[in-house]
């Protein structure tokens, strides 16, 4: 059987490498992935991968090149580095949705360039004072309580977890806590205690204030690929600057 060297790319990964420890195939700052096939467009259609929630991380282990990265320990910015990369190769960098003005709610389609993305990589963190402690974890003081709370960058096993965790309880009707879910796992430690009942406490009672604060802080601190382009409405003329939506048709602009 004839074999035939299908082409890759190397993508350049927002944390630079700097948050995974020494000897980590992606401390080099880059990963290489093949581009997408009809293999993986079968992935992106079953049924049951997408009910699970498992689709794309079939897709990311399927085009990483080096077989010893583990996908879940990526980073979820340099995940979304390896996805938006993915969509422009596999389809172009034209991405049309449809958008419903803020202003007008008017409800239109809407193209995006996803050429337009930038890399972020974390460098605004003195807007909120936040010390980079180098290891991954960074601290910030928070503005109500004045808690010393230390946290980490999330990744896919984290992703994951929170995922699955909302899945349960949508299941069992509970009240989802997305936020305090959140908070519970990128939380070290509050002045110094990294014992979890510290950390369960301070997530269920800190003032709304503080917890904005940290999401902010986190928000800062995590390199990811910014999405953000300006929406111009085609019936009013309103302008907003606009996260690109991952929405469904994300990988099926035909559809």
């Known amino acids: ?19 995974y420890m020494d000897g980590h195939p992606l401390s080099t700052g880059k990963v290489e992935i093949k581009y997408m096939t009809a293999k993986e467009e079968d992935i992106l259609t079953s049924r049951s991968l997408l009910k699970k929630g498992v689709a794309l991380d079939r897709v990311i282990e ?3 090149v080096d077989k010893s990265v583990d996908p879940d320990s990526l980073l979820i910015g340099d995940r979304n580095a390896i996805i938006i990369a993915t969509r422009v190769s596999g389809y172009g960098a034209d991405y049309v949705t449809k958008i419903t003005c803020p202003q007008c709610s008017e409800t239109q389609e809407y193209a995006f360039d996803l050429n337009n993305a930038s890399i972020y990589g974390g460098d605004d963190i003195d807007v909120l004072d936040i010390a980079d402690h180098e290891d991954g974890t960074f601290t ?11 946290f980490r960058l999330l990744n896919g096993y984290d ?4 995922a699955k965790s909302a899945q349960s309880e949508r299941k069992r009707n509970n009240l989802e806590k997305n936020i305090t879910r959140q908070l519970s796992r990128l939380i070290v430690s509050v002045n110094d205690d990294e014992t979890k009942d510290t950390i369960n406490y301070v997530v269920e009672n800190v003032p709304s204030m503080d917890s904005r604060h940290l999401r902010e802080a986190y928000k800062l601190a995590a390199p990811n690929i910014d999405l953000t382009q300006i929406f111009t409405c085609n019936e009013c003329s309103y ?13 099926w602009p035909d559809r």
Not at 1 to 19: I, N, Q
Not at 140 to 150: A, I
Not at 159 to 162: G, H, L, M, R, S
Request: proline share 8%; charged share 25%.
């Open 62 to 64: 399927n085009l990483i």
């Open 239 to 251: 302008e907003q600057d606009m996260e690109v939506p991952l929405t469904a048709d994300f990988f």
């Open 140 to 150: 910030s003081t928070l503005p109500k309580t004045n808690l010393n709370v230390r």
């Open 1 to 19: 059987m004839a074999e035939y060297k299908f082409p890759t790319e190397v993508v350049e990964l927002p944390s630079k490498g700097y948050f």
């Open 159 to 162: 992703e994951k977890t929170i």
